[in-house]
């Protein structure tokens, strides 16, 4: 069983940045890959970012492309979205998501593969 927290959502105005974190519980971190989505109001969730347990490969939307940055850092159980040029478009709950694989470099954009989901931080994005 793994449990994940996010954090380091907020109010931001349009252009700003954040980092959100995901931390997870379990000793075998290492072999999950990770992925961020988001749900905005009245929307359905959409896919976000993702990143093999390896970091060696990684997946964006395109919305995000050149904007956002997802990284892990293994030894600290935790995943990060860095978050740039901010838009309003982008306001939404952000949740992360894991999945064990034996794979080191998968890594999947599809969230019915995700076994694992957090509770989700929320990032409001003023205009």
């Known amino acids: 069983q793994v449990q994940l927290v996010e954090s380091g959502g907020g109010l931001v105005q349009a252009g700003g940045s954040l980092r959100l974190s995901c931390v997870a519980s379990?000793?075998?971190?290492?072999?999950?890959?990770m992925g961020w989505f988001r749900q905005a109001p009245g929307k359905e969730r959409e896919f976000v970012a993702a990143i093999s347990w390896s970091g060696g490969s990684t997946l964006y939307a395109d919305s995000v492309q050149g904007r956002f940055t997802i990284s892990r850092d293994n030894a600290k159980n935790t995943v990060y979205l860095q978050v740039n040029s901010l838009k309003p478009e982008d306001t939404a709950v952000y949740y992360c998501a894991a999945r064990w694989t034996a794979n080191a470099n998968l890594v999947t954009l599809k969230g019915n593969e995700y076994v694992y989901w957090g509770q989700g931080t929320q990032v409001t994005v003023s205009s």
């Open positions: 379990g000793r075998t971190f290492n072999r999950y890959y």
